[in-house]
């Protein structure tokens, strides 16, 4: 069974950072292309970053481009989003899904909230 | 950016009754489009991808439809479990993009 864990979120300041990481088992890792996805508050959805599985090639929504860093390390079947200089508008659920396209499996999200 | 414009919003239908949802780009897509479902208080899950592609475990009664620019997804036979929050996704360019979600409820 496929199975997507988050971790890392919390309440933040404007301006300051957090990283979030999202624990994969149940499959290879390392076939599949990750994403993170955002959901403000009763909002509706928006993507965020996603990585090839190799890591080499990642792909950000101009927003977050220069703020957010997604990486991925195969040996421990895990994914990050590394969040930099925080705004209020970041805050959201997000979540960890496979795929580079479309987004097969999803994790439970991890609630990043900005606000000082 | 390709905008993804869903309708209706929202919508209520009683049980075994069959519900549609469009979605239109703002752009010619080329079948680069999935459907989500999400449920209160969960995350969205996947029901077809390619516009016509049933997910795996996604019951028959969902399908997709369409083509260019505009996109469907039908219910058929209502069922109770299906409340939820529908969204279309684009993927044929950068950055992909969603429709803003269709609420559905009971009758």
């Known amino acids: 069974e496929v199975q997507l864990v988050e971790s890392g979120g919390g309440l933040v300041q404007p301006g300051r950072s957090l990283k979030l990481s999202c624990a994969a088992s149940?499959?290879?890792?390392?076939?599949?292309?990750m994403a993170w996805v955002r959901q403000a508050p009763t909002k509706g959805l928006e993507w965020v970053a996603y990585?090839?599985?190799?890591?080499?090639?990642?792909y950000y929504r101009d927003s977050v481009k220069g703020r957010f860093t997604i990486s991925r390390d195969n040996a421990k079947s895990t994914l990050y989003l590394q969040m930099d200089s925080l705004r209020s508008e970041d805050t959201a659920t997000y979540y960890c899904?496979?795929?580079?396209?479309?987004?097969?499996?999803w994790g439970q999200g991890v609630m990043v909230t900005v606000s000082s | 950016d390709i905008q993804m414009t869903q309708s209706p919003a929202s919508l209520s239908a009683s049980l075994g009754e069959t519900v549609t949802i469009e979605c239109r780009a703002s752009?010619?897509?080329?079948?680069?489009l999935a459907w989500y479902q999400q449920k209160p208080g969960k995350s969205p899950q996947l029901l077809i991808y390619?516009?016509?592609s049933l997910h795996t475990g996604v019951p028959s009664r969902f399908s997709g439809s369409g083509s260019g620019t505009q996109y469907s997804l039908k219910i058929n036979s209502l069922q109770s479990e299906d409340v939820a929050s529908y969204f279309c996704?684009?993927?044929?360019?950068?950055?992909?993009?969603f429709g803003g979600g269709t609420k559905l409820e009971l009758k």
């Open positions: 899904t496979t795929g580079g396209y479309y987004f097969d499996y």
């Open positions: 149940g499959f290879t890792f390392s076939n599949y292309y």
């Open positions: 990585i090839s599985t190799g890591g080499g090639s990642t």
């Open positions: 752009e010619d897509i080329y079948n680069g």
């Open positions: 390619n516009a016509n």
């Open positions: 996704q684009q993927y044929y360019d950068y950055p992909w993009t």
